[in-house]
């Protein structure tokens, strides 16, 4: 039954996940009254995801170290650019400009590996890539947030690195610790009943945190058309980037699979938390967007991965 609920989940995650946004908006009230909740949520589902990874993951890194490092940079280095870019130039506005930036600062999304199973890409190298990008988390995105928008406004640098060690880093830490111990039975034994519930737990968040763009989204206008097509044009942009320069880069299809769905993916709901945390409401809005469109981008971008292979494959048979 657990195993049905999974498979449901994920095949209509893409519509599952905008429907928790209308439900969140349409009962804001109960939404604001259950936020305690939300960083007990997610250090679930970090929990979870930490036990499907080990310690022997990191080790992965000796084999790529120029890969982790190049798709570390462009996670957090040429995409923040992009949107810090972007945002100046369309709007004039510095709390959407670090909503902006924060909806593509935040770590490689954990859903990432089954699109890089899906696409038949390094599942070691996807593993090793979370894992590392998780764990440096409370170091870049502090720092990442500092230089684009410190002078702008105040940040509770402390509080965050705080809250992103125990959201992430500690029950990553300690799901790879039982994995360890377990020699992997934890997993084997709880991971068809805990798969479910930590999607459900995404759901919660996204409908708790989107009590906080309520006001915003209840009074639609011209600007929330724009932060809406900003949202698509950062999420297309990000895989479109990711996947021609994982052609270009990489020989390996295997590899290129992998950069294409960790660079495009994003662990988009650690970007809400924060932003409904330690910023203004409207910070939030770029972030809670970006929820809308990255399991649907993944599909397409799988697509469009499929037909690549095929026809360099078809060239080569020639």
């Not at 299809?253 to 910023?279: D, E, H, Q, S």
Request: charged fraction near 10%; aromatic fraction near 12%; proline fraction near 4%.
């Amino acid at each position: 039954m657990l195993n049905n609920l999974n498979r449901f989940i994920q095949r209509w995650m893409p519509l599952l996940t905008p429907l928790s946004l209308i439900i969140g908006v349409l009962f804001e009230e109960v939404g604001q009254h259950l936020l305690f909740l939300v960083a007990w949520l997610f250090a679930f589902m970090t929990f979870v995801s930490g036990l499907k990874m080990s310690f022997r993951d990191v080790k992965v890194f000796v084999n790529y170290p120029k890969t982790i490092l190049f798709t570390i940079a462009f996670l957090h280095i040429m995409m923040p650019l992009w949107a810090y870019f972007l945002s100046q130039w369309i709007f004039d506005d510095h709390l959407l400009t670090i909503g902006f930036i924060l909806s593509v600062a935040v770590p490689t999304g954990v859903t990432s590996v089954i699109w890089v199973t899906i696409g038949r890409g390094n599942i070691p190298l996807c593993l090793a890539i979370i894992l590392i990008d998780t764990l440096l988390a409370p170091i870049v995105m502090p720092a990442l947030l500092h230089v684009f928008v410190g002078e702008t406004i105040q940040i509770d640098t402390a509080g965050l690195i705080t809250d992103l060690i125990w959201m992430i880093v500690l029950p990553s830490i300690l799901g790879m610790v039982l994995n360890e111990l377990s020699k992997g039975e934890v997993q084997h034994r709880f991971g068809a009943t805990l798969a479910p519930l930590s999607k459900l737990c995404l759901f919660g968040v996204i409908m708790i945190n989107s009590s906080a763009i309520a006001p915003y989204l209840k009074n639609i206008n011209s600007e929330l058309a724009y932060v809406i097509a900003m949202v698509f044009v950062l999420a297309v942009s990000g895989y479109l980037f990711a996947f021609i320069i994982g052609y270009i880069v990489w020989k390996d299809r295997t590899i290129a699979t992998t950069f294409l769905f960790t660079a495009g993916m994003r662990n988009i709901a650690v970007g809400v938390i924060i932003a409904t945390t330690y910023f203004p409401a409207k910070v939030a809005m770029p972030v809670v967007f970006g929820m809308l469109f990255q399991q649907v981008l993944a599909s397409v971008f799988n697509k469009l991965n499929e037909r690549k292979l095929h026809v360099k494959e078809k060239s080569h048979v020639m």
